[in-house]
């Protein structure tokens, strides 16, 4: 079973009033001896004067993944993140398979 962790990589923000801009987001996966990551941006758009307005200073992660999620299809990354590392493991596979020789000591096995 693949593992897909969501991350927020970076904030891009208007200086004069700190209004998030872009964000830079990563689908990191890992499993079964297999791992990638794909990153990518968002540009969104706010003013301080909206309702729901969050300052700067008080964004946690977790409430910019919460934009981000709402924006994207997080299904299409993990599963463009899952198929390359399935054919990471197919092509290992492979590899192994058609291995002839091999290196090392009969002590070293212990």
């Known amino acids: 079973?693949?593992?897909?962790?969501?991350?927020?990589c970076n904030l891009e923000r208007?200086?004069?009033?700190?209004?998030v801009t872009?964000?830079?987001?990563?689908?990191?996966s890992k499993g079964n001896r297999a791992q990638t990551r794909k990153v990518g941006n968002i540009e969104i758009s706010g003013s301080v004067e909206d309702d729901n307005f969050i300052p700067?200073?008080?964004?946690t992660e977790e409430i910019v993944?919460?934009?981000?999620?709402?924006?994207i299809d997080t299904s299409?990354?993990?599963?463009?993140?899952?198929?390359?590392?399935?054919?990471?493991?197919s092509e290992r596979a492979a590899l192994l398979a058609a291995?002839?020789?091999?290196?090392?000591?009969?002590?070293?096995?212990?």
């Open 1 to 8: 079973m693949d593992n897909h962790v969501w991350k927020i």
């Open 14 to 19: 208007v200086i004069a009033d700190n209004v």
């Open 22 to 28: 872009k964000i830079t987001y990563a689908c990191e």
């Open 56 to 59: 700067y200073e008080d964004l």
């Open 65 to 71: 993944l919460g934009w981000v999620t709402s924006l």
């Open 76 to 89: 299409i990354f993990e599963a463009e993140n899952s198929s390359f590392m399935e054919q990471q493991r």
């Open 99 to 110: 291995k002839t020789t091999e290196e090392g000591t009969p002590w070293s096995l212990l």
